[in-house]
């Protein structure tokens, strides 16, 4: 029997793909401004960014009222209360708001089009009224006199640092958090590996754990606006405010260079909208 050729004009069609990325998100969805889900999302982004910002300045402020008795957390303590906190916070609010705590990882997100302008724009004020109540708690905490004797755990830019480092600590340990996020929560990545969804929160959580061994020294650590913001309105002294905008453009700016590298050269979104338009062109 005669073997039967193969048009080399016609190759064999690529296997489907096992995994489907998500739509993206309309810029503006009206009909969602009247879903209990979007609120619920909302005030579980506030809840999450209190406890956040309430622990772990209560973290620094115990450190530094302790530290001439060699008692306190330490730098490495301070970075696990930071990372662990983001690793259990993350992992309960992740199935309802998906988890941001972080004006940096909203505005990621909305680029890449996961969120909404008017979600992202919710999750933001409700990231930042959050902080200011998480910092107003660890202050009752700890009483006004040591948070105020203590910096109030408010992000400033260390001496002997350039502005220049201090913005460059910051879009570098935002990419590093932002990719992770991205990564962690890859559509493709999670197809195939079952165990992605249960684990992703730990990575993102040992991201700021290393993040802030990196980058206390210099600016303190802020890579989440709501958190620099917060004890800044709440500490209200000192160069809380002076220093405030590089802890907004370090981060914006890191989280979308975070968001390109990883959605526009790893996963070829640009690649991909090339070859549509190509093949939309040839075929019209």
């Known amino acids: 029997m005669a073997a039967v050729a193969v048009s080399s004009s016609n190759p064999p069609a690529p296997p489907p793909k096992d995994y489907r990325d998500p739509p993206p998100a309309p810029l503006v969805d009206v009909g969602e401004l009247g879903k209990w889900s979007l609120y619920r999302a909302v005030i579980a982004e ?17 450190h530094k009222r302790q530290s001439d008795s060699c008692a306190g957390a330490g730098v490495l303590g301070i970075a696990w209360a930071f990372g662990g906190t983001i690793f259990v916070l993350v992992y309960c609010t992740a199935g309802i708001s998906g988890g941001h705590i972080n004006p940096a990882v909203t505005f ?7 969120v909404s302008l008017p979600r992202a724009a919710l999750y933001v004020i409700a990231q930042c ?14 009483g006004g006199g040591h948070y105020e004797r203590h910096g109030g755990g408010a992000n400033e830019l260390a001496a002997g640092y350039s502005t220049v480092a201090g913005v460059g600590a910051e879009m570098v340990g ?111």
């Not at 506030?46 to 115990?62: D, H, P």
């Not at 009224?129 to 700890?142: D, E, I, Y």
């Open 108 to 114: 990621a997100m909305l680029l890449a089009r996961r």
């Open 174 to 284: 935002t990419f590093v958090l932002v990719y992770t996020v991205f990564s962690a929560t890859d559509p493709k990545r999670k197809a195939r590996d079952s165990h992605v969804p249960v684990l992703a929160p730990l990575p993102i959580g040992l991201a700021v754990l290393a993040v802030h061994l990196a980058t206390i020294p210099i600016t303190g650590t802020g890579i989440n606006p709501a958190r620099s913001l917060g004890p800044a309105v709440v500490y209200n002294a000192g160069r809380a405010w002076s220093d405030q905008w590089m802890f907004w453009v370090g981060p914006l700016a890191g989280a979308a260079a975070a968001m390109l590298y990883h959605q526009y050269i790893l996963r070829g979104a640009a690649a991909k909208a090339f070859a549509s338009s190509y093949l939309a062109h040839f075929a019209a």
């Open 129 to 142: 009224v959050g902080a200011t109540c998480g910092a107003g708690l660890a202050r009752a905490l700890h």
């Open 46 to 62: 506030f809840t999450a960014t209190l406890l956040f910002v309430c622990v772990t300045v209560a973290t620094v402020i115990g």
